[in-house]
């Protein structure tokens, strides 16, 4: 293989020689190549995750992050869904609420699903639900109802006079006010006479998952629109709430302030360089380069690491800033 012309004083072998021959010979090739590497890069780009997650940036062996983990395992997940369904109607909004709970009790990232309650469950295991002081109180006084009685009976058959209830407290009907037994709790979560009512339902993963907490997210609102509330009521309002709800809108946010972020940069570039070269020309022969440089990166850190953090999330603007010198670099040696 002869290399090309050199100038006066140039090194005649080498890499550089030779790597200059084969792009000089090979320009459609080199083209190709690396736009096959662009497209790869972008759809290997594209499966790149964001972890909102505060501990992503610690070590997997921090002990606040060994603690957090330790405490998620042990406790499981304890944040809710709710569904919170508006209208004037109560019938309606029970009507569209059963149906939610249907489906949402079907899902197999659904741990239980809260609508309707039955209160004679709550009215027959009261004491369940009872505070331990409270219950040590009543066992005391069970002990001394069933200790007076039986001196009672044993003191009709002997000489010793007959023991008497004074001082024992065990009024059932102050266990029934305590304990709200006449007044059994409502069968729905409701407020304002029934206008407004919620279904709430608990997954099985944390609301710190934010993949699954959009995955959630969207799926849920797919099942209320496939309800359709419009036809149980005109006035009919949906809205879900809870944890799951905020981190979706957060990561929602995140990644649009990522993208507006990433595009700001990349405007700023663009007019860079077409002020600097004094022309549009030179704007796609310096970012072409740039952007394919960027999406495989991109598609390595998705391979490699599969998602990124709060700090590395702004990657992509920063790789733009910082690659950019070597084709402005370049452009202007070579004109």
């Known amino acids: 293989m002869t290399t090309p012309d050199l100038p006066p004083g140039a090194p005649a072998r080498g ?28 759809f290997g780009a594209r499966r790149l995750g964001i972890d909102q997650e505060l501990r992503a940036m610690l070590p997997d062996d921090a002990p606040s992050v060994l603690r957090l983990e330790a405490a998620s395992e042990r406790l499981g997940n304890q944040s809710d869904l ?3 369904i508006r209208s004037p109607s109560r019938a309606a909004n029970i009507a569209f609420g059963t149906k939610i709970a249907a489906a949402l ?6 741990r239980y ?3 309707h309650r039955d209160p004679a ?19 005391s006084q069970v002990i001394a109802a069933i200790q007076a009685r039986v001196r009672k009976e044993l003191s009709a058959f002997g000489d010793d006079e007959p023991a008497t209830d004074e001082g024992i407290d065990f009024d059932e009907a102050e266990l029934r006010r305590r304990y709200h037994l006449e007044d059994p709790p409502p069968e729905y979560f409701e407020a304002d006479e029934g206008r407004l009512i919620v279904v709430r339902a608990r997954p099985t993963r944390p609301n710190i998952d934010l993949a699954f907490a959009q995955k959630l997210f969207s799926e849920v609102n797919a099942i209320i629109a496939a309800a359709d509330p419009l036809a149980h009521h005109p006035a009919m309002e949906v809205v879900i709430n809870g944890s799951y709800a905020r ?3 957060l990561a929602s946010d995140l990644q649009r302030d990522i993208i507006n972020g990433s595009l700001v940069a990349f405007g700023l570039l663009l007019l860079t360089v077409a002020v600097y070269f004094r022309g549009l020309r030179a704007v796609p022969l310096v970012l072409t380069p740039l952007l394919i440089s960027a999406v495989v ?39």
């Open 297 to 335: 990166a991109l598609a390595f850190a998705s391979v490699v690491y599969g998602k990124l953090n709060l700090v590395s999330a702004f990657i992509f603007a920063v790789q733009l800033g910082l690659g950019i010198d070597f084709g402005t670099h370049m452009l202007a040696r070579y004109r």
């Open 105 to 110: 009790s079907g899902r197999p990232d659904i």
């Open 113 to 115: 699903v809260l609508f």
């Open 82 to 84: 709710y569904v919170s």
């Open 15 to 42: 890499f550089g020689p030779r790597l200059a021959s084969f792009i000089a010979r090979f320009p459609a090739l080199i083209v190709t190549v690396a736009l096959m590497m662009g497209v790869i890069g972008f």
């Open 247 to 249: 981190h979706s809108k």
């Open 121 to 139: 469950f709550f009215k027959a295991n009261a004491l369940l639900y009872a505070p331990l002081a409270d219950l040590l109180e009543l066992r």
